[in-house]
């Protein structure tokens, strides 16, 4: 378990935010959508231990606003449909996923925006599935 | 850069193939097609260096049969709309990522399943965004 009251540091919970992020059926116009969420997110995190890191792209272009959520060894997941009222869901469901023993997040308790959400997860570094 | 024809071994690049996925359009029945999406992967993989690891779920059940790609160090890459044909297609790609010194899957020489089928992607453990 991976405590997500510690300070920011390596394999710390993290929440990857899409900066370039817009909905689909948006017009390109700055700021763009990612980059508001991944201010409200830097802003949700403070004093919770969950790193925020800012990225160019997830590849989640048709269903932005996207974000990634992992801890070290953990599952990482990716999340679309986003808007600015999700950072403190992203930031919760990364303390969440950093209190999961299994590396998975669980379902109950995952915040609504984390479920309906839900893009894909990739498991850890050297995961084998158990037998 | 990984030698993509050493031996299978931790780290290495491996393709994580999903063997519960169907299309979202076809009835439940077995054999699943992500079940023999796996089984033809492991076929294409011989002799490689590539690992293909089988798991139960990648949260892309939408858009499957999905699979995802990494190495060590590099981004992870998720697939989906494929099938059996395209094992081949996997194999080159996690070779293709495992050359890459950024530890980014080029757009050109990728091949095309891995292009339309990409569905998102996540930046390595540790990853900051070059200022």
Chains 1, 2 share one sequence.
């Not at 997500?4 to 993290?14: I, L």
């Not at 997830?58 to 990482?76: E, Q």
């Not at 999700?86 to 669980?106: N, Q, R, S, Y």
Request: hydrophobic share 45%; aromatic share 4%.
């Amino acid at each position: 378990m991976i405590a997500a009251d510690a300070g920011p540091s390596k394999g710390a919970p993290t929440v990857y935010v899409c900066i370039t992020c817009k909905r689909a059926d948006e017009p390109e116009a700055d700021p763009r959508p990612g980059a508001l969420l991944a201010a409200a997110t830097v802003s949700a995190a403070e004093g919770t231990g969950v790193v925020v890191c800012r990225v160019q792209c997830l590849a989640n272009c048709t269903r932005g606003p996207s974000a990634a959520v992992r801890c070290n060894g953990s599952w990482a997941y990716i999340f679309g449909g986003l808007d600015i009222a999700h950072a403190g869901a992203l930031v919760d469901g990364a303390k969440l996923l950093a209190g999961a023993a299994d590396g998975i997040m669980p379902w109950r308790g995952r915040p609504e925006p984390l479920k309906r959400g839900l893009i894909a997860r990739v498991p850890p570094i050297n995961f084998e599935e158990p037998e």
